[in-house]
């Protein structure tokens, strides 16, 4: 299983599956990463965290803890 955290900067994945329950899983729905959804990733910091993605046009800095929670396909 790879998730988005396991990305390297410039890849285009698609999002294949979301894990996770409750809030997070919610949290991550209403940034617009849903099922079927191209991101790519723009750059990672230094030490890993956060992750800057670029996602139905916008651009956006995730954990790596919620991309943890994100199945790419």
Do not use: H
């Amino acid at each position: 299983m790879q998730t988005l955290k396991d990305v390297k900067s410039g890849e285009t994945v698609t999002i294949k599956k979301l894990s996770g329950t409750g809030a997070v899983r919610r949290r991550i729905m209403d940034m617009g990463l849903t099922k079927g959804t191209e991101v790519t990733v723009v750059k990672v910091a230094p030490l890993g965290d956060p992750i800057e993605i670029t996602v139905r046009g916008y651009e956006l800095s995730i954990r790596k803890s919620e991309a943890e929670n994100i199945e790419i396909g």
